[in-house]
């Protein structure tokens, strides 16, 4: 698939003009420059032609260890990129702005230039200082107001449209059309900050898809990357690590965590990274009942087993361990991995679609009924019940005794039903009902 890529120095509204393209917030806005750290993409379609829009960190000279490699992913973004969309900002023309100038002529890509924050006549004064970049044809523009941006839109299908005249366009029913999924797992990776949720979706996709630095809080936007197993296709969402809220200070960081539970929400499956080295924290259990109360799907990864290998650490106990630290999720499945060596990555991926099959599934009323006659705490029996709904699993039951509904009688038919049926990852939630 094409790549489009926006570029240019920091805060120049690179991302201001990703989210009005895409006409969704999708990206964090911040004043602050360097912001936007890992590569943002959205797939769109435009007049029958499927691409991804990528919204790129900042193009600068500055030389902290996570500009190096946010730096590192702007040279490979350039790289994979069919077309280039360069953004300046007006009154700031600077060595940086030459510099970019100078890596799309080296490039020999096809480029659209763009003068952002025009929005008066009276900055037109300062807009032909940019004629000494010596490209070609710029588009006074303003993302805020909204000034030119479906110029700018129309510019890009036509570009996209030359770039694409001798490809094949896939057609659905005669129409151009995007590709058309039978079904899309979307998977969230959350957990602390610096656990290794980075790493893990670079693993996964087989590609450096997420910057990952020593800092934590390295991620801020959530990074989302779609892969194909075993003929299923898995969005992948890599969030900002989540802290405990009295550590949360910049607005950046703020932004951050309610994008992480955002991503939660609209998850089927969230796969929990913890660092297995430094113990279970009291922040993953709050980790761990954010998922529960939103009942989806859960897998708990313990990173960089590779380290817990050398010492030899038992992993039945391990998990056993995690199992009783976590009670309101003993459900989840726990695997040990290492996103620094592969070690149980295809086990992963193997859990995943297992719990989201486990999530969706449905059991049968005869099938239930024939399981639940059995169903008997202290002479109280369920007489009959049915499954109300999946995503996850509700069950409703009809019992004959009031003074039996506990929350210890419900546990008891939940664990029941476990080990009737293979829920494993996915939360029940159990009913009851007086006959």
Not at 56 to 75: D, H, K, P, T
Not at 236 to 262: H, M, P, Q
């Amino acid at each position: 698939m094409h790549t489009v890529a926006i570029i240019g120095k920091p805060n120049v509204g690179k991302s201001s003009l990703f989210n009005k393209i895409i006409k969704k917030r999708k990206a964090i806005i911040s004043d602050e420059p360097g912001v936007t750290r890992d590569i943002n993409y959205e797939t769109l379609c435009l007049n029958g032609i499927v691409f991804r829009l990528a919204d790129s960190a900042g193009i600068s000279r500055e030389r902290e260890e996570i500009r190096i490699l946010g730096q590192r992913m702007n040279r490979r973004l350039v790289e994979e990129a069919s077309l280039l969309v360069f953004l300046c900002e007006i009154d700031t023309l600077s060595r940086e702005d030459f510099e970019i100038a100078e890596i799309i002529r080296k490039s020999g890509k096809p480029y659209i230039w763009l003068i952002n924050k025009v929005d008066s006549e009276k900055k037109m004064n300062n807009f032909y200082d940019f004629f000494d970049l010596a490209l070609e044809s710029p588009l006074p523009i303003s993302v805020q107001q909204g000034k030119n941006i479906d110029e700018l839109v129309r510019m890009i299908s036509e570009k996209m449209q030359q770039i694409t005249a001798h490809e094949p366009i896939e057609k659905i029913g005669g129409k151009s059309a995007p590709p058309v999924r039978n079904s899309l797992i979307h998977v969230a990776i959350v957990g602390r900050p610096n656990v290794g949720k980075s790493s893990l979706l670079n693993l996964l996709v087989n590609s450096e898809r997420s910057l990952v630095a020593s800092d934590p809080g390295t991620t801020r936007d959530s990074i989302d990357e779609t892969i194909n197993f075993e003929d299923i296709d898995l969005k992948l969402i890599d969030t900002a690590g989540i802290r405990k809220r009295s550590k949360i200070k910049e607005n950046l960081e703020f932004y951050s965590f309610v994008r992480t539970g955002k991503a939660v929400k609209e998850s089927s499956i969230c796969v929990l990274i913890i660092d297995a080295t430094a113990g279970i924290t009291t922040q993953d259990k709050k980790i761990a009942s954010l998922i529960r109360k939103e009942k989806r799907g859960m897998i708990i990864a313990a990173n960089k087993w590779d380290l817990m290998r050398e010492h030899n650490v038992d992993q039945k106990e391990f998990i056993r361990n995690i199992h009783d630290f976590f009670p309101h999720a003993a459900f989840a499945q726990v695997i040990p991995l290492s996103a620094k060596t592969g070690y149980n990555k295809i086990k992963l991926l193997k859990s995943i679609i297992k719990v989201y099959n486990n999530y969706y599934m449905h059991i049968k009323t005869g099938e239930l009924n024939s399981v639940i006659r059995n169903f008997t705490l202290r002479g109280a029996r369920v007489k009959y019940g049915y499954q109300k709904s999946s995503a996850p699993p509700v069950f409703e039951f009809f019992v004959g005794h009031i003074e039996t509904f506990n929350s210890n009688f419900k546990r008891y038919i939940t664990n029941n039903l476990r080990k009737s049926f293979d829920f494993t990852g996915v939360p029940i939630e159990v009913i009851l009902r007086k006959d």
